[in-house]
């Protein structure tokens, strides 16, 4: 892990050394892209098994030469076995983002994102003796977050978003259920989400 980091911040260092410099890659308006990343995981100990699927494409036209908006959707699952019981949990999202890129048309480029989005959750819990527990819900989130792009090529970059600053809320499908509000500030370099870029 430390070696995707250092090689991701060396790329991420020799393309702000050439961000000035004009090529024929980068953003400009009117451009279109698709983006997204995915990611499987499973560990294993004596009888507990956890696994994580992920999924989470996302679309962007740029109304200006620094303002992209864009839609995004997502979806992740879980699965825990412990031996005498399961339990899965899944969660659907769908929403819109806004991005301003400060050298869009450069190789490199450093923006802003700012995000909202609806999603609806399911959890099931599976014990031996056969009874089953359900509990469903849905919330609204709020997200700002920097990130990076670097161009590989004319229509393929990479992006990277680290930290967050956010506010969630969600409520379980259940009559008297009370909400559940949670904010997040965090600038944590280790947790680095990466993405690829394909621009039209």
């Known amino acids: 892990m430390k070696k995707i980091v250092l090689t991701v911040a060396a790329v991420f260092a020799f393309g702000f050394a050439n961000a000035q410099e004009e090529t024929s890659e ?24 956890t696994s994580e699927f992920e999924i989470a494409p ?20 879980s699965k825990v076995d412990v031996g005498t019981a399961d339990a899965k949990n899944s ?18 480029s450093i923006f802003g994102q700012l995000g909202v989005n ?9 014990p031996e003796a056969g009874t089953l527990g359900e509990f ?34 969600t409520k379980p499908d259940a009559d008297g ?11 944590d370099m280790r947790d680095i989400k990466l993405g690829l870029v394909y621009k039209f």
């Open 26 to 49: 980068g953003f400009k308006k009117g451009d279109a892209f698709i983006s997204g990343a995915v990611g499987f995981g499973s560990t294993k100990t004596g009888d507990f098994k």
């Open 58 to 77: 996302s679309a962007g036209y740029f109304v200006t030469e620094n303002i992209a908006v864009g839609v995004a959707f997502g979806y992740l699952s």
């Open 91 to 108: 969660t659907l999202s769908v929403g819109a983002f806004g991005r301003y890129y400060f050298t869009p048309a450069s190789k490199f």
């Open 118 to 126: 609806y999603m609806s959750y399911d959890n099931e819990f599976d």
């Open 136 to 169: 469903k819900g849905d919330g609204f989130g709020v997200k700002v977050a920097p990130g990076v792009s670097y161009f590989l090529a004319k229509n393929f970059a990479i992006e990277a978003s680290f930290g967050v600053l956010g506010f969630e809320t």
């Open 177 to 187: 259920a009370e909400k559940t509000n949670s904010f997040d500030f965090g600038l």
